[in-house]
């Protein structure tokens, strides 16, 4: 993806120079609660999913698409700057996550979010997470919310696809994710 400039925003793939600024943007909202923590190791791993956002040269946004299936990726670590919030980069970023996912031919994109509501704007419906590809494996098992997980998964087809609409075939491999407790 090339840069696109904007007034003084550019939004382009993520460098390994930009992982201290991501870790501090991204770990200030894990302090929160509201995301998962990443390290500098996970970043560096991680770094080819990032698509950054800033604005002259402050980091004020980020997101990665991460691949799970070769049909269906995760929008994740989502985060904008506080100070920046309600001025469109949150819709810049996933726009550009969904752009990308549909050049490398995918049929869907999906989170978890706290936020469905700015998701569903987006074209994206709510869903029963343990429908969604072996994602507990990777991260779910880690977080401390695990056993009262309060995330909502949503889910964008990016194209028609019979397959989304059906229930997976018998003996195909779904974790069950624990359901929220009210």
Known sequence: MSPVETCTTTIRKARISDIN??????NSYAAEGIMLPRTEFEMSENIRDFTVLYSGDQLVGCGALHFYTPTTAEVRSLAVDPDVKNQGL???LVDALEAEARENGLHAIFAFTYV?????KLGFIEVDRGSLPLKAWKDC???PKFQCC???????A???DPMLDMPPPLGTMLIELPHVRR
């Open 141 to 143: 098992l880690r977080c």
């Open 21 to 26: 600024p991501l870790l501090q943007l991204i």
């Open 90 to 92: 949150g819709r810049m």
């Open 158 to 160: 990016l194209r028609d």
């Open 150 to 156: 309060d995330e909502i998964a949503v889910l964008k």
């Open 116 to 120: 469905p509501g700015f998701f569903n």
